[in-house]
């Protein structure tokens, strides 16, 4: 049984279905990815897999998380599966984050309610939380999110994520905000921390360049349905469907300006 499962997701609004029929598997530490463009429904899907869609949205089909029964479930059945079981980096580190709390205590809060840690095990936790992405400096953990920078808020966010220490996260373009330079740092991190703990990742972008170096496997979405998957190496040597020769052509194109200006 896959961790994941994903099978014939609609979603739909009232006046359109922006995501068609979509169905994909992510086993345990797996890495998946799914690229498409903007407004091809990345992070509707994403959403459904948490059960966190906004009310406007009707999911059908079927999510299944580490066996459960997503689509349609109550807030009750889905809160447990919160933190142990899946948890999501977004791509605006602040959507993430308290603004009035600091970030040491947003990192302890699922440490206590999931783990279960108290009193200077729970100050351990968030210490070594805070070194693991790479903030060991102790004054972060007193820090309000907007004393921090963008990539150091990135790395709040992914701590807090890990905090409860899921199988799955789910990462929905969680660099596409910050600058180029702190966006290497932050998919170096996510690959060390994806690998230690063995999670599985599901990976959202619509940089191919990206995705291939995170994930494994892709699927390729183009307006609300699937229209790829396989993976990373037989699709960048063969894409089969036109969006994705075209994806593939584009980031070469890109390669080539950038040879050319290296040489
Ligand atoms: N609350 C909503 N109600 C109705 N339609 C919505 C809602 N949220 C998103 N949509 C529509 O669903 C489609 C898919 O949106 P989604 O946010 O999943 O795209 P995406 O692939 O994540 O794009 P991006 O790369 O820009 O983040 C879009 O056309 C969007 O307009
Ligand atoms: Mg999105």
Do not use: C, W
Not at 20 to 40: C, N, P, T
Not at 65 to 84: I, K, N, Q, S, T
């Amino acid at each position: 049984m896959s961790l994941l499962e994903v099978s014939g997701l609609t979603i739909r609004s009232a006046s359109a279905a922006p995501v068609r029929d979509v169905s994909f598997a992510v086993d345990a530490g797996e890495r998946l990815g799914v690229i498409g463009e903007s407004g091809s429904g990345k992070s509707l899907t994403s959403l459904a897999a948490t059960g966190l869609l906004p009310s406007s949205l009707t999911p059908s089909g079927s999510i299944l998380l580490d066996g459960r029964e997503v689509v349609g479930a109550r807030d009750a059945v889905l809160r447990p599966l919160r933190g142990p079981v899946v948890q999501i980096v977004f791509q605006e580190p602040l959507t993430a984050l308290d603004p009035l709390m600091r970030v040491g205590r947003q990192i302890a809060e699922p440490m206590r309610r999931h783990l279960g840690l108290r009193g200077g095990a729970l100050r351990d936790a968030v210490a070594a939380a805070l070194d693991e992405v790479a903030l060991p400096d102790p004054r972060i953990a007193r820090a309000f999110p907007h004393e921090l920078s963008g990539g150091q808020r990135q790395r709040i966010a992914i701590a807090i994520a890990l905090a409860a220490r899921p199988r799955l996260l789910i990462a929905d373009e969680p660099t596409t905000a910050l600058d180029v330079t702190v966006q290497h740092g932050v998919l170096s991190l996510l690959e060390r921390l994806v690998a230690v703990r063995g999670m599985a990742l599901l990976f959202i972008s619509h940089d191919l360049a990206v995705v291939s170096r995170m994930a494994e496997r892709l699927v390729v979405l183009q307006n609300g349905s699937v229209v790829e998957e396989g993976p990373v190496a037989r699709v960048l040597a063969a894409p089969g469907h036109p969006y994705t020769r075209a994806l593939v052509a584009s980031a070469r194109a890109l390669d080539d300006v950038l040879d050319g200006a290296g040489s």
